[in-house]
């Protein structure tokens, strides 16, 4: 029903120069929806490590890997918007207080995991057949299959914890072991994917 919520979603959780950089890359294709020209994003909940992987130098590989302003090049800003998201998820998950409610980790889990499935199902139908006879191509399906599993042990847990729940230790402890493993897989999978499948395509 929103066909840019993605670019939406991603403007929001990189930085000013990074939205400049994925509006004249989506230019190139499309009018730039005004909402994704408008997007700010929050840089109030990003720690100074979070803040440090904005650095100049990010920026200038950035803006490499999308000099020739190939649609595939907005992967690279998509793979940095999750890693933002994955750090989020992770943080409200730690900061859990025994007795609250556990809506803004549910919340924050359901964003990550919509970007996360549409990430991985946009490569398996659109990018990764190109390449046929790629063990490489199948790994990295094989490994979204991996990720997938892990956020639906994620969804189930919160399912039998209900949505009227409140925090207790044994929940926070259980639900953050599982988005660390999940933030770590990603994580893997993400540079693994820049490194090897991306620059097949």
Known sequence: EDTHWMLDWVAH??????????????ACFEPMPQSLRDASGDDSVLSDAARASAAAEDLVLTAAKTADGYPIDVMYL?????NV???RTVTIAERLDVGESLQPFVQAFESWKK????????EDVYMTPLLPASTLARDNEASHQRLAHRMDE????????????VVTTRIRRRLFGKV??????????????EELVLPMI
């Open 85 to 87: 998201e994955a750090w």
């Open 180 to 193: 660390v493993a999940l933030r770590v897989d990603q994580e893997d999978h993400l540079e693994e994917e």
């Open 13 to 26: 959780n990189i930085t000013e120069a990074e939205r400049h950089a994925l509006a004249d890359l989506v």
């Open 115 to 122: 970007a996360l499935t549409f990430h991985a199902d946009q």
């Open 154 to 165: 994620i969804h189930i847990s919160l399912q039998e914890i209900g949505e009227a729940a």
């Open 78 to 82: 998509l793979h940095k918007a999750l």
